[in-house]
């Protein structure tokens, strides 16, 4: 279901719409933020490096990276991603490590134990070469990088360190390898608990009505293996681990590529805009990395060596979010004279305990912690009184699979046949994953770990002492669903269901409503000539077709509803920010929802349910009710919004505000925050602006790479003063794109800022 904002909220927002997009920095903490700017012009010498190194920022603040060597090419990525981004680097390690309460006090205590519950801790030999023959030496070159610009730094810190009082710690080649950042993608941990608190409620039967899993199966609840007791606490710490310090988290990705019979070009064209939360700085980072066996650009995350998606000389690739399940929470049973015994298969086993201690801000002492693993996994809840151990099992406990670095593979493919090869090092977080090349050729393949379940399918808690419920290996990268040169000539995904008609194996049951991809294939089916224009407009296409769902539905109920219904009835589904229409759409859902809702749900799931009900499952549960029914929620969920609104246009209530994590008084947000800036779309539109959104796009024009073009938002850097701070928003904000250059030749036509790094001799 959408969260709806309350009227008073929206209001509040119509009240600053006129702010603009970034406000005046007291003079302390602008002069304290341009002191610690970065050197990007001129030369550094550098221990570490063994030969020059090019870095020219172009006009967008993108950095292309030009080596002589790949040990020269990774450290100097490193130095030049912290040159931008070392705050934002070192919160990301300190979260991934644990080390968070170091800096932030004891309220973090709880989240520092829960990442190092879910660091590996398996052989490392096979986690190295799970990614590339090479990424060890690489990520070795890449944090003595990120080292080289601390040490180089030195006390001239980005301004947060100092607000902090803190220094960023080194950096260890194992820091890339880190967990916590894959855990929100890998699911469904959450979904297993919601269900069973149902289960325990309404019934396997009721609760799979009312959220039918896709395609349907049957929910196993067995007698023996009572459900009562599991519920929210269990994912506690969890859910404290994997939220952002700051800010909420949507995942929702379009991709698409057509080959050249239905490009201008005659070659294909490639777009994707993988949709993460829009934050401050931004998740992505973009460079262009060119050095022995590495031409590839495109964007990646600044604490990771490498790029994640973008194109190399010969192949372009671009993901989504699938959705394997990769996660389930198995149930131990323990020994109630020792809770770190529990039962397997007849016999009493002894879990493994490792003690660790944890520094806090303002504590003399560190605080020891205890974790506890089963050969199922992590233990992350203890219920004593049941004689329970709840513990997670994900792929994250195997090798290879630190989020995003099968790309080190990926990104040097140069055919078909050596992407695939690659995508068998790409485990997490699972993507649809899809591809073109230079020769005409286009393709896609659902990639990621996949656990075989062979007597169960993972929607419910599952008992850990029978032994008869375990993964059974993974799927072979053969055995996943791809496409290559289908005969539409064109593929596109958007986190909806991708299996194929007959498709024999377990990947999930839990998609995305369909609604985005449904309007890509409207557009692509069309089978005109497109170009990346074309390709812009569609990144940014507002057409909601739920929205154009429910007012069929309006259309066909009695008379009633005055002229809030002319106006939507007369509107062309188009969610706008300039659209009037678009607005009471928006502000229809809260009471429509609502009301939907208690006419569908037994009142004791109703709070369950509302969290986990999708809008296609919502439509398809109102378009089932009897007639009168369905019309008097239509008709009275209209009457109630239209006596509460002035018929607001949509930009006005829609707006984002780019809110730094340490904006935490009205000095600090001056300085910092940037914003607000209206937006168009919802969740369920292309150009998907439901909470999260495309901070990055992308669309890769195989004819001529230089006439590709990107977006992303705010800017490259993340330290207030610097000119790529903000540059990038207004471009964003206007749906605007910038080159994506890729020849040497256009990198210097556009060059703004030249760096040398050069060794530093003895």
């Known amino acids: 279901m959408l969260s709806r904002p309350t009227l008073a909220s929206l209001l509040a927002l119509m009240a600053l719409a006129a702010a603009g997009c970034g406000r005046a920095a007291p003079a302390s903490d602008d002069r304290r933020s341009r002191e610690a700017l970065s050197q990007i012009e001129g030369r550094l010498r550098l221990a570490g490096l063994a030969r020059p190194v090019e870095v020219l920022r172009d006009t967008w603040g993108l950095p292309h990276i030009y080596a002589q060597t790949v040990e020269d090419l990774f450290f100097a990525q490193g130095f030049v991603a912290a040159q931008d981004r070392l705050f934002q680097m070192d919160q990301w390690r300190r979260a991934g490590a644990g080390e968070l309460a170091e800096i932030l006090g004891p309220d973090y205590i709880a989240r520092d134990r829960f990442a190092r519950l879910v660091r590996y801790r398996g052989d490392m030999a096979t986690e190295w070469s799970s990614y590339s023959p090479d990424a060890r030496a690489i990520i070795e070159s890449f944090t003595r990088g990120v080292n080289a610009f601390i040490r180089h730094a030195g006390d001239r810190l980005p301004i947060e360190f100092q607000l902090l009082g803190a220094r960023p710690g080194e950096w260890k080649p194992e820091d890339c390898l880190l967990r916590l950042a894959g855990l929100l993608m890998t699911r469904n941990a959450s979904s297993e608990i919601a269900r069973a608190q149902l289960v325990t409620r309404l019934g396997p039967e009721r609760t799979t009505r009312l959220l039918p899993p896709d395609p349907p199966t049957k929910l196993e609840a067995s007698p023996a293996f009572p459900l009562d ?403 008097r929620i239509l008709l009275e969920s209209l009457a109630e919004v239209a006596a509460e609104t002035s018929r607001p246009r949509w930009g006005l209530l829609h707006q984002i505000r780019f809110t730094h994590p340490l904006a935490r008084n009205g000095e600090e947000r001056a300085h910092f925050n940037l914003g607000p800036v209206e937006r168009g779309g919802d969740s369920h539109t292309v150009n998907n602006t439901g909470g999260s959104g495309a901070s990055y796009r992308q669309i890769m024009d195989l004819a001529d790479w230089d006439r590709s073009v990107a977006t992303s938002v705010p800017g490259q850097s993340g330290q207030p003063g610097s000119p790529h701070y903000s540059d990038l928003l207004p471009l964003w904000a206007e749906g605007r794109y910038f080159p994506l250059l890729y020849s040497r030749a256009a990198v210097e036509k556009h060059l703004r800022e030249k760096l040398i790094l050069e060794p530093l001799m003895p």
Do not use: C
């Not at 060119?290 to 994640?308: D, F, R, T």
């Not at 003690?355 to 233990?379: C, D, N, Q, S």
């Not at 809840?381 to 990926?410: I, N």
């Not at 050729?441 to 990639?447: D, E, L, P």
């Open 229 to 631: 007791g599991i519920d929210h606490r269990i994912l506690r710490d969890y859910e404290r681990a994997i939220a952002p310090v700051r800010f909420e988290t949507e995942v929702g990705s379009n991709n698409w590529v057509v080959d050249g019979t239905l490009s201008a070009t005659g070659k294909p064209i490639l777009a994707n805009d993988p949709h993460r939360p829009v934050v401050l700085p931004s998740l992505r980072y973009l460079a262009h990395l060119v050095g022995p066996g590495w031409n590839v650009i495109g964007a990646g995350e600044p604490a990771l060596p490498g790029l994640a998606l973008g194109h190399n000389e010969r192949i372009a690739f671009g993901f989504t979010i699938v959705g394997i399940d990769q996660q389930d929470i198995y149930v131990e049973t323990t020994d109630p004279a020792n809770p770190s015994r529990y039962r397997f298969q007849g016999a009493w086993r002894e879990m493994r305990v490792a003690r660790e201690k944890i520094r806090v801000k303002g504590r003399a002492e560190p605080v020891e912690v205890e974790l506890k693993f089963t050969p199922h996994g992590p233990v992350i809840f203890e219920d004593p009184s049941r004689r329970r151990a709840f513990v997670l099992r994900w792929v994250g406990s195997e090798p290879g699979t630190a989020g995003y670095l099968g790309a080190l593979s990926l990104a040097r493919a140069r055919n078909w046949t050596e992407f695939r090869a690659a995508v068998q090092r790409w485990k997490v977080p699972s993507e649809n994953i899809a591809y073109a090349d230079v020769d005409g050729n286009i393709g896609w393949i659902a990639a990621g770990l996949a656990p075989i379940r062979k007597n169960w399918n993972g929607l419910l808690p599952v008992p850990g002492a029978t032994g008869e419920r375990e993964w059974s290996g993974f799927l072979p990268t053969a055995q996943l669903p791809s496409l290559f040169n289908p005969p539409q000539h064109y593929i596109a995904t958007a986190n909806h269901n991708i299996l194929p008609q007959g498709y024999p194996h377990q990947l999930g049951y839990e998609w995305t409503p369909p609604f985005r991809f449904q309007r890509i294939d409207q557009v692509l089916k069309a089978g005109k000539k497109f170009t990346v224009q074309d390709f812009q407009r569609l990144q940014h296409d507002e057409m909601s077709l739920p929205a154009r769902e429910l007012v069929a539905l309006l259309r066909k109920a009695p008379p009633g509803g005055g002229p809030e219904r002319d106006l939507l009835q007369a509107w062309d589904g188009v969610l706008s920010k300039d659209s009037a229409a678009a607005a009471l759409y928006q502000l229809w859902q809260r009471p429509l929802n609502a009301r939907a809702l208690q006419a569908i749900v037994p009142p004791e799931a109703l709070s369950l349910v509302a969290r986990r009900m999708n809008l296609r499952m919502l439509l398809d549960h109102l378009a089932a009710l009897p007639d009168a029914s369905r019309n």
